[in-house]
């Protein structure tokens, strides 16, 4: 008696056929999750380094005016406001005057700059490059 409900019951489960789509489900789900984590990857990176070139051009510009008066206080401003939540350094600053034209330049690791280090990873960790130039509107500067 026990047996019959017993063979009933396991082929009323053999047979049903919703737990199919789990199957797929599992399978694809690490491919899925890696591809989501790519896109946030890169597009931190990429919010990371629109930041610098906004960074970058402010304190120019500041520089070409006037209220920054050194190559030097260039760098500080700009790795100050780079700088990370926690302290660390995003990259390296260098800035410097040729012909009335300022050029200042941010070397990034992609590790300083992305969220899950999958990117940085998988490229060996390349160095993105952000240069702007501004032209010195304050000659007496």
């Not at 906004?54 to 005016?65: G, P």
């Not at 008066?69 to 990259?91: K, Y």
């Not at 990117?119 to 490059?129: F, K, P």
């Given at each position: 008696?026990?047996?019959?409900?017993?063979?009933?019951?396991?082929?009323?489960?053999?047979?049903?056929?919703?737990?199919?789509?789990?199957?797929?489900?599992?399978l694809w789900l690490p491919f899925l999750m890696a591809i989501i984590i790519f896109v946030a990857d890169l597009s931190f990176i990429m919010y990371n380094r629109a930041d610098a070139v906004r960074v970058i051009e402010d304190v120019n510009r500041m520089r070409a005016i006037?209220?920054?008066?050194?190559?030097?206080a260039v760098e500080q401003e700009i790795a100050d406001r780079?700088?990370?939540?926690?302290?660390?350094?995003?990259?390296?600053?260098h800035s410097d005057v040729f012909a009335t034209v300022i050029t200042s330049r941010v070397?990034?690791?992609?590790?300083?700059?992305?969220?899950?280090?999958?990117?940085?990873?998988?490229?060996g960790n390349v160095t993105i490059e952000?240069?702007?130039?501004?032209?010195?509107?304050?000659?007496g500067v």
């Amino acid at each position: 008696m026990f047996c019959k409900g017993f063979r009933a019951r396991l082929a009323r489960l053999v047979n049903d056929d919703q737990g199919a789509v789990t199957v797929p489900f599992v399978l694809w789900l690490p491919f899925l999750m890696a591809i989501i984590i790519f896109v946030a990857d890169l597009s931190f990176i990429m919010y990371n380094r629109a930041d610098a070139v906004r960074v970058i051009e402010d304190v120019n510009r500041m520089r070409a005016i006037g209220l920054v008066t050194s190559s030097a206080a260039v760098e500080q401003e700009i790795a100050d406001r780079l700088r990370r939540a926690d302290g660390s350094e995003v990259g390296t600053v260098h800035s410097d005057v040729f012909a009335t034209v300022i050029t200042s330049r941010v070397d990034m690791p992609v590790a300083n700059i992305d969220m899950f280090g999958v990117i940085a990873r998988a490229t060996g960790n390349v160095t993105i490059e952000v240069e702007s130039r501004q032209v010195i509107e304050n000659l007496g500067v």
